[in-house]
């Protein structure tokens, strides 16, 4: 193994497992999200003479996103509903139930909008680190950020106060 192979391994083991959480919640999906992480370090490994030199994660985000919003597009051009699993946890039923209900909310936006509340909320990323992984302007973060966000709050407000209402007629 050359030191660019050791290299691009070493990247791999150490960040795979956040970069596969950026998967699935770019898609919502587990299988279609380590789908998606494969595309990427493929991609990242034929360009890592040219990656490796810079910090490799943001291209390896930037290609997770990008192929997660061509996908969807694809998919509502082909009219196809991807099957969704919830992810594994060990968390209690409660906390389960609020996972479940935020993955479907995250579902339920459009690609570009999930992509946006991924990056700047879970992955922490500026609103100009944002707008660099998208390929947009700054001014379409924040506006896909407060659409998303708006879309949020009405759609769990909903799901939450419809659960809170099942649990009093319990």
Sequence with gaps: MNGAE?????FV?????????VAYLACGDQTEAEDLLQTALERT????HRVRHDSPEPYVRRVIINAA??????RAILN?????????????EKDSDLVHVLMNALRAL??????????????DLTETQTAEVLGCAVGTVKSQA????????????RDI?????????A
């Excluded at 050791?6 to 070493?10: A, I, K, L, N, R």
């Excluded at 196809?80 to 209690?92: G, K, L, N, Q």
């Design 161 to 169: 106060m419809e659960g809170a209402c099942d649990n009093a007629q």
């Design 80 to 92: 196809i509903i991807p099957m969704h699993s919830p992810p594994e946890t060990s968390a209690r």
């Design 69 to 74: 919003i061509s996908r969807a597009r694809r």
């Design 45 to 48: 490994y034929r360009n890592w």
């Design 146 to 157: 407060s659409k998303a966000l708006a879309k949020l709050r009405t759609a769990l407000g």
């Design 110 to 123: 459009p690609p570009r909008q999930r992509a946006v509340i991924v990056l700047r909320y879970w992955e």
């Design 6 to 10: 050791h290299d691009f391994g070493s």
């Design 13 to 21: 083991a150490a960040r795979a497992t956040s970069l596969l959480r």
